[in-house]
Each structure stands twice: as structure tokens, then as C-alpha cells.
């Protein structure tokens, strides 16, 4: 995983970068695109002072940061899809020192994540020079899950997570439920400036296969295991879906996260020959849901016990684990007049 890139300069404020009249997207923002030569679909983004934000605010140990920024990208690349008020959940839990991730996205531009960890298990791997990414998950599931509000029924895909990344777990997802060939890459690093200062930044990319005819399109059965001859495989052989994986693979991490590069500029460096069409991009931001009134709602729904229970120095005192806000409540608006 990169460790760091370095820009020269003083201020770190995003600037207005054009290339030729067209004004690029710029850091949190996801950039649509096509490729009708390969029928390949896909999204990219660069993520900055947004990420930045969420990860700075807990103070995380930095694998734990770097962990919960692919989480990030990976919602935001695939919660934009959405086509339909609700929300994209992505959601891990593992036996590892970093036993949670969660991060979700609302349509149509609000992330928000948050990792649980522990922090005694995370410094013994760093003392034994021992951090990757599938020491520190472990074993569990990923599971991704896409709710529509409450009077629709919810969707959810759960992979196992045993000895892969975040990315390759991904792959298996829409290998195995959505039957969609699909390719991505995920990049984090933090952008040190000549002032010192540091800030996170994350990129990826994401592409499908979706030609219009339905049996270009499908993915081979999965192959069986032993005693299975069947040529079954991870991606269809068509030849425009190959050509894009080998384009995919000569990304490098540095591209998919570098201010100067750009998704614009990345998407031309790939599929200049073939001819890319760039659609309007979409703005993130790093916004919570939680309130005052919601969390007034909840703590309603417990009893006169849970509540005493509650209680701190006079006054219940609730922190959202998402943004670290702090909402204050005096504990008699929640209990029985003759408590």
C-alpha cells in the first residue's frame, strides 16, 4: 500500500485545475464515464478534504485509517449508483483487530464511516512489523446491503472475509450475486505538503462489463471445485472485457489518488485509443443523519432502567459514533413523573 505522496508548495487548498475549457471534477467528486468501444460502464473519484475529515476526527492508528478510507471509496463508488432515494451500506465484521467497519451512503451525496478496533491488537501487529490489510480484518464477512426505506424490502450481499482484501472481496461479491463482470482498484495515501502538513487522500476506480447483448454480458458459472472440468472462471473471455482488465492493470496507485492526475486526466491515459465519454460528476460530503430529534426518539424507546442506567453525572450524555458530535439530555424528560 502507498505510504505517501508529496506536493510541493505551501498552501494546501484544492485548486481550480482546467484542461483546455474543461474544468475537471476535482477531489470528492465521482466521475461517470463510458467506454463504447469495450461496452464497459464505470465510476472513479478522488476523495480529499471530505475523507480527511472522517478519518482525522477519531484519531485512528493509521492502519486502522487506511483501512476505513478504502471502505469509503468503495461505498462511494458504488452507493452513487443508486438510482432511487435510500441508502448503500457497506459493513464488516471480523475476528481481527479491527472487528468493524462500517461505512454508509445516502443518495444522494451524504458518507458517512466509522471503524471499531482494538487498539492493543493493532499496536502488537505493528510491533511485529506484521500490518496488512488481511492480518488486521481477520476472518468474518463483508456484507453490502442497499435499503430502500422502510416500506421497501432490503437488499444484502454477504461475502466472506478469510484471507482477502477489501477490494478482492468485492470482486467475489459481483462475481457471485450480481453475476456482472467487474474490475476495480482502491488507493490510499496521505499527501504530505512542504509545510508538513499531512491529510488523507484515497482514489478508485470501477468498471463493468454490460455489452448489449445478454449473453456477451453473463459471467460463466463458477467453476465446481475438484472433479470439475467446466472452464468456468472469474471473467467471461470476451476479448473487449480482457483488454480492459489488462488496461486496468497497469494503474498505478499514485494515479488513482493524485491531485495533478485527476479522473479526467486518468480516464484519457487509459482510454484515449478507444475513446472515453465523461458524464457529469457527483458530489460527496461527509454528513452525518444524526440529530438531536432522532436521538431523542431513540432513547424514548428505552425503559425507566436503561435510562437510570444512562446516567452520568446528572445528565445522559450520548456521542455518535459516525461525526463524535455530543447531544446532552436531562434524564427526567425520559422517566415516569413518580420515578
Request: aromatic share 8%; with cysteine; charged share 25%.
Given at each position: 500500500?502507498?505510504?505517501?505522496?508529496?506536493?510541493?508548495?505551501?498552501?494546501?487548498?484544492?485548486?481550480?485545475?482546467?484542461?483546455?475549457?474543461?474544468?475537471?471534477?476535482?477531489?470528492?467528486?465521482?466521475?461517470?464515464?463510458?467506454?463504447?468501444?469495450?461496452?464497459?460502464?464505470?465510476?472513479?473519484?478522488?476523495?480529499?478534504?471530505?475523507?480527511?475529515?472522517?478519518?482525522?476526527?477519531?484519531?485512528?492508528?493509521?492502519?486502522?485509517?487506511?483501512?476505513?478510507?478504502?471502505?469509503?471509496?468503495?461505498?462511494?463508488?458504488?452507493?452513487?449508483?443508486?438510482?432511487?432515494?435510500?441508502?448503500?451500506?457497506?459493513?464488516?465484521?471480523?475476528?481481527?483487530?479491527?472487528?468493524?467497519?462500517?461505512?454508509?451512503?445516502?443518495?444522494?451525496?451524504?458518507?458517512?464511516?466509522?471503524?471499531?478496533?482494538?487498539?492493543?491488537?493493532?499496536?502488537?501487529?505493528?510491533?511485529?512489523?506484521?500490518?496488512?490489510?488481511?492480518?488486521?480484518?481477520?476472518?468474518?464477512?463483508?456484507?453490502?446491503?442497499?435499503?430502500?426505506?422502510?416500506?421497501?424490502?432490503?437488499?444484502?450481499?454477504?461475502?466472506?472475509?478469510?484471507?482477502?482484501?477489501?477490494?478482492?472481496?468485492?470482486?467475489?461479491?459481483?462475481?457471485?450475486?450480481?453475476?456482472?463482470?467487474?474490475?476495480?482498484?482502491?488507493?490510499?495515501?496521505?499527501?504530505?505538503?512542504?509545510?508538513?502538513?499531512?491529510?488523507?487522500?484515497?482514489?478508485?476506480?470501477?468498471?463493468?462489463?454490460?455489452?448489449?447483448?445478454?449473453?456477451?454480458?453473463?459471467?460463466p458459472d463458477l467453476n465446481g471445485g475438484d472433479g470439475d472440468d467446466s472452464e468456468g472462471g472469474d471473467h467471461p473471455q470476451d476479448d473487449a472485457w480482457q483488454e480492459l482488465l489488462a488496461l486496468l492493470a497497469t494503474v498505478e496507485?499514485?494515479?488513482?489518488?493524485?491531485?495533478?492526475?485527476?479522473?479526467?486526466?486518468?480516464?484519457?491515459?487509459?482510454?484515449?485509443?478507444?475513446?472515453?465519454?465523461?458524464?457529469?460528476?457527483?458530489?460527496?460530503?461527509?454528513?452525518?443523519?444524526?440529530?438531536?430529534?432522532?436521538?431523542?426518539?431513540?432513547?424514548?424507546?428505552?425503559?425507566?432502567?436503561?435510562?437510570?442506567?444512562?446516567?452520568?453525572?446528572?445528565?445522559?450524555?450520548?456521542?455518535?459514533?459516525?461525526?463524535?458530535?455530543?447531544?446532552?439530555?436531562?434524564?427526567?424528560?425520559?422517566?415516569?413523573?413518580?420515578?
Amino acid at each position: 500500500m502507498l505510504e505517501s505522496i508529496r506536493v510541493t508548495g505551501q498552501d494546501p487548498k484544492p485548486r481550480d485545475v482546467k484542461l483546455g475549457e474543461f474544468g475537471h471534477a476535482g477531489d470528492d467528486h465521482v466521475v461517470p464515464f463510458e467506454v463504447s468501444a469495450l461496452d464497459v460502464r464505470g465510476r472513479t473519484v478522488q476523495l480529499g478534504a471530505m475523507l480527511d475529515a472522517i478519518l482525522s476526527r477519531h484519531a485512528y492508528p493509521e492502519p486502522v485509517a487506511r483501512l476505513l478510507a478504502q471502505a469509503c471509496v468503495l461505498t462511494v463508488l458504488l452507493g452513487t449508483s443508486l438510482k432511487f432515494q435510500g441508502k448503500f451500506i457497506l459493513q464488516t465484521r471480523t475476528d481481527g483487530p479491527v472487528d468493524m467497519l462500517v461505512a454508509d451512503f445516502s443518495t444522494p451525496d451524504a458518507l458517512r464511516a466509522y471503524a471499531k478496533f482494538d487498539a492493543e491488537r493493532v499496536a502488537v501487529l505493528e510491533a511485529e512489523g506484521r500490518v496488512d490489510e488481511i492480518s488486521l480484518l481477520g476472518s468474518g464477512v463483508l456484507a453490502l446491503t442497499i435499503d430502500q426505506g422502510e416500506h421497501m424490502q432490503r437488499y444484502q450481499g454477504i461475502v466472506a472475509l478469510d484471507g482477502i482484501t477489501l477490494e478482492e472481496a468485492a470482486r467475489v461479491y459481483f462475481r457471485q450475486s450480481e453475476q456482472i463482470p467487474t474490475d476495480l482498484r482502491l488507493a490510499v495515501a496521505r499527501q504530505v505538503f512542504a509545510g508538513g502538513e499531512e491529510r488523507w487522500r484515497a482514489g478508485g476506480m470501477f468498471a463493468q462489463f454490460l455489452p448489449q447483448a445478454p449473453e456477451r454480458m453473463r459471467m460463466p458459472d463458477l467453476n465446481g471445485g475438484d472433479g470439475d472440468d467446466s472452464e468456468g472462471g472469474d471473467h467471461p473471455q470476451d476479448d473487449a472485457w480482457q483488454e480492459l482488465l489488462a488496461l486496468l492493470a497497469t494503474v498505478e496507485p499514485t494515479e488513482l489518488i493524485d491531485p495533478t492526475v485527476g479522473a479526467e486526466r486518468l480516464l484519457y491515459r487509459l482510454f484515449h485509443e478507444h475513446g472515453v465519454r465523461v458524464f457529469e460528476s457527483a458530489a460527496v460530503a461527509d454528513r452525518c443523519s444524526c440529530s438531536q430529534e432522532r436521538i431523542e426518539g431513540m432513547l424514548r424507546g428505552f425503559t425507566a432502567e436503561e435510562i437510570q442506567d444512562s446516567v452520568e453525572d446528572g445528565r445522559i450524555r450520548v456521542e455518535c459514533q459516525f461525526c463524535s458530535k455530543a447531544y446532552d439530555f436531562e434524564p427526567a424528560d425520559f422517566l415516569p413523573a413518580d420515578t
